[in-house]
């Protein structure tokens, strides 16, 4: 399942889309750990599978947490994204 956390404003669609069906197989999620604002968390789902969300205190604000890892030039690759091994994170900015 595709779960979409973030919001979207007059500047624009902040999003931070986590694909969770890799999740319950993701031994030590590396995510949670490259986060270095600490947005992810891990949860159970309604099918009791374990997969990983971003904590409701960041879903409004993800424009703001996010913006020290996104500069406007020379944006080297997210740390959320490049950890998990399954590919399930993307940003929609
Ligand atoms: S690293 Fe990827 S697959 Fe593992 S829990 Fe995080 S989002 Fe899911
Ligand atoms: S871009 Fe940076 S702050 Fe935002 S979720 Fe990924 S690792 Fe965390």
């Known amino acids: 399942m595709k779960a979409n956390y973030g919001y979207m404003d007059g500047s624009g669609e902040y999003y ?20 270095p604002v600490g947005m992810f968390e891990i949860i159970v789902d309604d099918y009791d599978d374990e997969v990983a969300a971003i904590k409701e205190e960041n879903r409004k604000k ?32």
């Open 16 to 35: 931070i889309t986590i694909d969770t069906d890799p999740c319950n197989d993701c031994t030590d999620h590396p995510c949670v750990a490259a986060c």
């Open 62 to 93: 993800v424009k703001y947490d996010c913006a020290p890892c996104k500069p406007v030039t020379d944006r080297p690759p997210l740390p959320c994204v490049e950890a998990c091994p399954a590919d399930a994170i993307t940003h929609s900015w």
